[in-house]
């Protein structure tokens, strides 16, 4: 068979149109629940401590990295923060570039060893200070429904802690 | 569970723990599109099921007529040569009784499924379809059908311009 024997008005090719319907429901497990409700339901941010290595974490997880000992003892964390890495977003996650440029930063808590929050950060780009005071800034009650967004961001405190 | 392990460990959900938002969760749905080419010779099969016909390749090395049609002899190695025309009659070579639809589900009434090997191609050169007209009693492998096709107007270049083969009546050919 020769070449124009072959299909060469590419309005005769046809093609099939697939839309993968994958729907996917994560649960926060066991750890992830409770410290998804406390924020939910009251506001509150929880770490866990270790009581053999006497260690702290956030967010709280069933189980100590070091030791593998169960977690159960969880305490309130306090709202301020300190930013530890941040970086500035100019496209959202669909590759759309932002009308505003957007910061996003990895937060450390007083008394917490291991882990900290990742989230907005409402500063202009210019303003974003690795070691800045933040304050965690909760959407209201009733817009509240159990996953990370409870959290709107962080806005710059006051505190020089 | 297995012989010596009764119940894993963890927190089994319910479905209505689950699907009831008893429990926080984060749900999402990728934007997973894509779309795929047909090719030569699946481009010229689709064109032609929207003609209402059915089309083959042959091949001048082992004189098969390769249906559905394909552009390269997978028995010479070779380019394939010329397109023809086949019926839309043929032979039931194997089905299933389906009690599960597309997506998995459960249904009552079963579907009938199964390869259809069509009258004018080469000895077991078929494809896979829908059976209607008949109950799951009345299908067997050798049984004598034809396409039920949708009307020229319903059609647009797919498998499915074909409903569904039917069982083929007295006096047709």
Same mark, same amino acid.
Not at chain 2, 1 to 23: D, H
Not at chain 2, 89 to 117: C, F, H
């Given at each position: 068979?020769?070449?124009?024997?072959?299909?060469?008005?590419?309005? +005769?090719?046809?093609?099939?149109?697939?839309?993968?319907?994958?729907?996917?429901?994560?649960?926060?497990?066991?750890?992830?629940? +409770?410290?998804?409700?406390?924020?939910?339901?009251?506001?509150?941010?929880?770490?866990?401590?270790?009581?053999?290595?006497?260690?702290?974490?956030?967010?709280?997880?069933?189980?100590?990295?070091?030791?593998?000992?169960?977690?159960?003892?969880?305490?309130?964390?306090?709202?301020?923060?300190?930013?530890?890495?941040?970086?500035?977003?100019?496209?959202?996650?669909?590759?759309?570039?932002?009308?505003?440029?957007?910061?996003?930063?990895?937060?450390?808590?007083?008394?917490?060893?291991?882990?900290?929050?990742?989230?907005?950060?409402?500063?202009?780009?210019?303003?974003?200070?690795?070691?800045?005071?933040?304050?965690? +800034?909760?959407?209201?009650?009733?817009?509240?429904?159990?996953?990370?967004?409870?959290?709107?961001?962080?806005?710059?405190?006051?505190?020089?802690? | 569970?297995?012989?010596?392990?009764?119940?894993?460990?963890?927190?089994?959900?319910?479905?209505?723990?689950?699907?009831? !938002?008893?429990?926080?969760?984060?749900?999402?749905?990728?934007?997973?599109?894509?779309?795929?080419?047909?090719?030569?010779?699946?481009?010229?099969?689709?064109?032609?099921?929207? !003609?209402?016909?059915?089309?083959?390749?042959?091949?001048?090395?082992?004189?098969?007529?390769?249906?559905?049609?394909?552009?390269?002899?997978?028995?010479?190695?070779?380019?394939?040569?010329?397109?023809?025309?086949?019926?839309?009659?043929?032979?039931?070579?194997? %089905?299933?009784?389906? %009690?599960?639809?597309?997506?998995?589900?459960?249904?009552?009434?079963?579907?009938?499924?199964?390869?259809?090997?069509?009258?004018?191609?080469?000895?077991?050169?078929?494809?896979?379809?829908?059976?209607?007209?008949?109950?799951?009693?009345?299908?067997?492998?050798?049984?004598?059908?034809?396409?039920?096709?949708?009307?020229?107007?319903?059609?647009?270049?797919?498998?499915?311009?074909?409903?569904?083969?039917?069982?083929?009546?007295?006096?047709?050919?």
């Amino acid at each position: 068979m020769t070449f124009l024997e072959r299909t060469t008005d590419v309005r +005769r090719l046809r093609h099939w149109d697939v839309d993968m319907s994958l729907d996917y429901i994560y649960t926060s497990g066991i750890a992830g629940e +409770r410290f998804f409700r406390a924020l939910r339901d009251e506001g509150r941010i929880l770490g866990v401590r270790c009581p053999a290595c006497k260690v702290n974490y956030l967010p709280p997880r069933m189980f100590c990295e070091g030791c593998f000992t169960e977690l159960t003892d969880s305490f309130d964390v306090s709202p301020e923060g300190k930013v530890v890495s941040f970086t500035v977003a100019h496209v959202d996650r669909r590759s759309h570039p932002l009308p505003q440029p957007e910061v996003y930063a990895f937060v450390t808590f007083r008394g917490i060893d291991r882990g900290g929050l990742i989230h907005r950060l409402f500063v202009p780009p210019d303003r974003a200070k690795i070691g800045m005071a933040v304050r965690v +800034r909760l959407r209201p009650k009733e817009q509240r429904t159990g996953t990370i967004l409870d959290i709107e961001g962080f806005e710059p405190s006051a505190s020089q802690d | 569970m297995t012989a010596r392990i009764p119940k894993f460990p963890g927190k089994e959900l319910s479905s209505e723990e689950f699907y009831g !938002n008893k429990v926080t969760q984060v749900r999402s749905r990728p934007d997973a599109r894509y779309a795929f080419s047909a090719g030569e010779a699946m481009s010229r099969f689709l064109e032609e099921l929207q !003609n209402g016909r059915l089309i083959a390749r042959t091949c001048h090395g082992c004189k098969r007529i390769l249906f559905p049609p394909r552009m390269f002899c997978e028995e010479c190695f070779r380019p394939t040569d010329d397109w023809t025309y086949i019926r839309d009659t043929g032979t039931i070579e194997t %089905y299933s009784v389906s %009690y599960l639809d597309q997506d998995a589900k459960r249904i009552t009434e079963p579907i009938l499924v199964g390869v259809v090997s069509v009258d004018g191609a080469s000895p077991k050169m078929g494809m896979m379809h829908y059976f209607g007209e008949m109950t799951k009693d009345q299908i067997h492998i050798g049984m004598r059908v034809k396409a039920a096709w949708k009307s020229p107007e319903e059609r647009k270049g797919s498998v499915l311009d074909i409903r569904y083969f039917r069982p083929l009546r007295e006096g047709e050919a």
